[in-house]
């Protein structure tokens, strides 16, 4: 909170401060990155690099096309017209995490925000992230950017750049909806702007949940949940079998690929901490823990993983079959990899079009029409005591 009011009293000044502390010691305004930036970025890398990320960007706009909503009106026979009209906010901010030290940059995260929100029909997009400790962007994030036609981007990061896009500073102006995943500082940040601002979610560390029947390859199974496992130290691992057979030969699966990780310290310490083998009845029971636990990420590697999907109450994506990891989704198959977490599935969605849009009502009535209605909309009003609400309806009435 202390931060996000220093961005309030002293704006840019603030964000160079903070980001010499935390990320770039040198770093100056402006904090912009010029346009010819991203296009050297962008021819910097391969032409496979280019075409792998036009790839992902293709399959996740074709996936968020179809979320599109219509604005649409209904008449009534007395010539009374209602309906609903839906409108892309003007604005959007999309916080995008650095990876370590900037080194390691999350350009599906970019993906991931970017192309909802022009789906939608944002005109404008500020993108923040992290700078690396010479005050640059990695190559690879600006080249996204310039790929999906983004031209505002900052070389600012954490909960004040969260700030800086909510009340807005003398370079970059404030927004109407932020989006994004960050760690704990810049989600408490997003949590405390909410209001100000739309936001996404409360996002928590990353968890994934695998239903296998005793079919599954233990192999495969161990993989995916690593996978999650590897994102961070609180992350939650977790698979559901009615295979005891299965669930002994995944549990030491898991300690011959840990080995063989680079990240095997984070991915040691979430599976120690949080990570479990459940030995459910029947896959059905399976089905109902998963339900309850309402993962970010749930696998259903099983024999007929569609005849179980009615069944999945609670989950922010689901992985049919065996041949359909988690990672698939992360990158590259078109469905949005930023998800409710931490149970929160059961209520909330994956970040998508709508929340991008925002809807407004109308309705339009003939004399005759209201004519017909005014005395009921005054007993309605009447009765919560409110006489002016009645006159407003009476007075142009004939009754």
Request: charged residues 25%.
């Amino acid at each position: 909170r202390a931060i996000i009011d220093d961005v309030r009293a002293r704006g840019d000044e603030a964000l160079v401060e903070r980001t010499r502390q935390f990320d770039a010691p040198e770093i100056e305004l402006p904090l912009a990155v010029p346009q010819e930036e991203l296009a050297r970025a962008a021819a910097s890398i391969s032409g496979e690099e280019r075409s792998i990320i036009m790839e992902a960007a293709s399959h996740i706009r074709t996936f968020h096309e179809a979320q599109k909503d219509k604005s649409w009106f209904i008449t009534r026979d007395d010539g009374s017209i209602l309906g609903q009209k839906v409108e892309p906010v003007d604005r959007a901010g999309l916080y995008v995490p650095g990876g370590k030290g900037g080194n390691t940059p999350l350009i599906s995260s970019m993906l991931m925000g970017a192309i909802p929100a022009q789906v939608a029909g944002v005109k404008d997009i500020a993108v923040v992230t992290p700078p690396r400790a010479d005050g640059t962007l990695n190559p690879y994030m600006l080249a996204a950017a310039y790929l999906l036609d983004i031209n505002e981007v900052y070389r600012v990061g954490g909960p004040w750049s969260i700030a800086a896009l909510a009340y807005g500073t003398k370079e970059i102006k404030a927004v109407d909806v932020i989006a994004g995943p960050g760690n704990i500082f810049v989600t408490t940040a997003k949590k405390l702007v909410q209001g100000k601002v739309g936001i996404d979610m409360i996002a928590g560390p990353s968890e994934i949940l695998v239903v296998a029947d005793g079919g599954a390859n233990p192999a495969w199974v161990a993989a995916d949940l690593l996978s999650q496992a590897e994102h961070d130290r609180s992350a939650t691992a977790v698979l559901v079998t009615e295979s005891m057979a299965l669930a002994k030969a995944v549990q030491e699966e898991l300690e011959v690929q840990l080995e063989a990780l680079p990240r095997r310290e984070i991915a040691r310490a979430s599976v120690d901490s949080n990570g479990m083998i459940i030995v459910a009845e029947t896959l059905m029971v399976g089905i109902d823990i998963a339900n309850q636990l309402a993962p970010e990420h749930l696998e259903l590697m099983v024999d007929d993983p569609f005849a179980c999907l009615d069944s999945i109450r609670n989950a922010g994506s689901v992985f049919l079959g065996r041949s359909c990891p988690e990672a698939l989704g992360d990158y590259f198959a078109g469905p949005n990899h930023t998800l409710p977490t931490s149970g929160t599935a059961r209520f909330s969605s994956p970040l998508g079009v709508d929340d991008f849009v925002k809807k407004s009502q109308f309705l339009y009535y003939t004399p005759e029409a209201l004519d017909a209605v005014a005395e009921d909309v005054a007993r309605f009003a009447r009765k919560e005591g409110l006489e002016a609400h009645a006159r407003s309806a009476l007075v142009r009435s004939d009754k």
